[in-house]
């Protein structure tokens, strides 16, 4: 499921790509092309359009990307399930308590002097 939403997000991301080298910023750019007045879609409303495309597109892949890192990773839960394996065949009393080297506590000066 992960490796989906990365294959759509990188498919996503070269249609932004082409969307993006269609334009130009001076106004220019696939509009410019459609200089005849019977269009279908005028000069203003090609721009609009790509404008449009582009803020899609981009906050598709935004949305997707945070839906791609909530999901869990097949490497993750295959790691986890090793871990747990590990843990659960470990022949340790979990309820005792480890044992730490001790040292004498360090005495106050004796102030009487």
């Known amino acids: 499921m992960f490796g989906l939403f990365i ?8 249609l932004l790509i082409l969307l993006v080298l269609v334009q130009n910023p001076k106004g220019g750019g696939l509009a410019s092309s459609f200089s005849s007045s019977n269009q279908f ?8 359009f790509i404008e449009k495309a582009t803020w899609a597109l981009a906050g598709i892949i935004v949305f997707l990307s945070v839906v791609a890192t909530m999901l869990p990773n097949d490497r993750e839960t295959e790691n986890r399930s090793r871990i747990q394996d590990q843990i659960d065949n ?3 009393d979990p309820g005792r308590l480890p044992e730490y080297p001790t040292a004498p ?9």
Do not use: E, H
């Open 41 to 48: 879609m005028g000069v203003k409303r090609t721009a609009d």
């Open 90 to 92: 470990t022949a340790i």
């Open 7 to 14: 294959g759509i997000i990188i498919f996503i991301s070269v």
């Open 105 to 113: 506590l360090p005495q106050p000066p004796d102030t009487n002097q």
